[in-house]
Nanobody
């Protein structure tokens, strides 16, 4: 079975930091693009970051650029999202997702394209 187990969410004050983790099993980790996708109440899903491991390219939404960093540990088969300078508008449920199709600049942020999703972890940023 494919499992994406996300963790690391919590409550933090504005300006603080959190690191999300997503442990992956049941797929060949190196063959998949990995992303973090968030959804806030009443808002559309947003792909905030993607790492296309086939070529090492990383992508970030403008809303998180220069604050969030995505990286992987290929031995642990884990993808991380380091979130710094958090803002109240970052409050959302964060999901990790995997897709077998390599990503490009025009496809990485299409949330419907991802094959597998984790269960989500809540991030709440207080003002």
């Amino acid at each position: 079975d494919v499992q994406l187990q996300a963790s690391g969410g919590g409550l933090v004050q504005a300006g603080g930091s959190l690191r999300l983790s997503c442990a992956v099993s049941g797929i060949t980790f190196d063959d998949y693009a990995m992303s973090w996708i968030r959804q806030a109440p009443g808002k559309e899903r947003e792909v905030v970051s993607c790492t296309s491991k086939s070529d090492g390219t990383t992508y970030y939404a403008d809303s998180v650029k220069d604050r969030f960093t995505i990286f992987t540990d290929n031995v642990k088969k884990t993808v991380y999202l380091q979130m710094n300078s958090l803002k109240p508008e970052d409050t959302a449920v964060y999901y990790c997702a995997a897709d077998r199709v390599p990503k490009s600049g025009s496809t990485w942020d299409v949330s419907d394209a991802y094959d597998y999703w984790g269960q989500g972890t809540q991030v709440t940023v207080s003002s």
